[in-house]
């Protein structure tokens, strides 16, 4: 099993409050690769052994960084008003032998920063990949767990994933229904109203760094003047 997909722990062991009934969850793409990178790196060692299976060191996951391979995978992420990626999801294809162009599986993985825990994140990232699988023709959703990862595996019994355990570790499948107009409706608005959302942020964090580069020249001629009036 690739050790790259299994899932931090304590993505969700609280349930999400009504206020982020709708969490903006954008795609991210090659260009992204130095943002996750310092997601993953700010992962505790505890944190990392639960997302990779073992307690992964810097350059293991510079690795795992490199060899995410945007052109068959999804990643996607959410962002915080800093633009800094708090949550993300890998979502890895599995086509059948027979048939490569079809993924007929999902394996699913996750990672919350520790302060944003506890906000129902990890719920939102498996919901937005399970319609993501759904519209892209995949009959199962696979999670590939530790044993003791309680919060993600309850985030898959309470999607009604059939959940196996052995030993350490566990596995959970979930059947996925096939899409619809409403799926892939849904999924495009909420593409939408993502990227909008990031847009936002990143203007409004613009403008701050314009602000605040106004305030600093304001003051230096302020201390300027004082200066040649003395």
Same mark, same amino acid.
């Given at each position: 099993?690739?050790?790259?997909?299994?899932?931090?722990?304590? /993505?969700?062991?609280?349930?999400?409050?009504?206020?982020?009934?709708?969490?903006?969850?954008?795609?991210?793409?090659?260009?992204?690769?130095?943002?996750?990178?310092?997601?993953?790196?700010?992962?505790?060692?505890?944190?990392?052994?639960?997302?990779?299976?073992?307690?992964? /060191?810097?350059?293991?996951?510079?690795? @795992?960084?490199?060899?995410?391979?945007?052109?068959?995978? +999804?990643?996607?992420?959410?962002?915080?008003?800093?633009?800094?990626?708090?949550?993300?999801?890998?979502?890895?294809?599995?086509?059948?032998?027979?048939?490569?162009?079809?993924?007929? /599986?999902?394996?699913?993985?996750?990672?919350?920063?520790?302060?944003?825990?506890?906000?129902? @994140?990890?719920?939102?990232?498996?919901?937005?990949?399970?319609?993501?699988?759904?519209?892209?023709?995949?009959?199962?959703?696979?999670?590939?767990?530790?044993? +003791?990862?309680?919060?993600?595996? %309850?985030?898959?019994?309470?999607?009604?994933?059939?959940?196996?355990?052995?030993?350490?570790?566990?596995?959970?499948?979930? %059947?996925?229904?096939?899409?619809?107009?409403?799926?892939?409706?849904?999924?495009?608005?909420?593409?939408?109203?993502? +990227?909008?959302?990031?847009?936002? %942020?990143?203007?409004?964090?613009?403008?701050?760094?314009?602000?605040?580069?106004?305030?600093?020249? %304001?003051?230096?001629?302020?201390?300027?003047?004082?200066?040649?009036?003395?």
């Amino acid at each position: 099993m690739d050790p790259s997909i299994t899932s931090n722990s304590q /993505t969700t062991a609280t349930p999400a409050p009504d206020r982020l009934s709708w969490v903006p969850i954008r795609s991210l793409a090659e260009r992204h690769r130095e943002r996750i990178a310092s997601h993953i790196l700010s992962l505790s060692e505890s944190d990392r052994y639960l997302r990779f299976g073992y307690p992964a /060191t810097d350059e293991q996951v510079q690795r @795992y960084v490199e060899s995410i391979d945007f052109d068959r995978d +999804e990643v996607f992420g959410i962002f915080n008003r800093k633009l800094e990626l708090i949550a993300m999801a890998h979502l890895a294809y599995l086509p059948l032998p027979t048939q490569p162009e079809a993924p007929a /599986t999902a394996e699913f993985g996750v990672s919350v920063i520790h302060r944003a825990r506890g906000r129902g @994140y990890g719920a939102r990232l498996f919901e937005h990949a399970v319609l993501h699988s759904r519209n892209r023709g995949c009959e199962r959703l696979f999670i590939h767990a530790l044993s +003791e990862n309680a919060a993600m595996l %309850k985030i898959a019994r309470n999607a009604g994933a059939t959940v196996e355990r052995d030993g350490p570790e566990a596995e959970a499948w979930l %059947k996925l229904p096939p899409d619809s107009i409403s799926s892939q409706v849904g999924e495009l608005v909420g593409h939408q109203v993502a +990227e909008f959302d990031y847009q936002l %942020k990143l203007h409004a964090q613009r403008l701050n760094t314009w602000l605040k580069s106004v305030s600093e020249v %304001k003051a230096h001629m302020g201390e300027t003047d004082r200066a040649a009036s003395e």
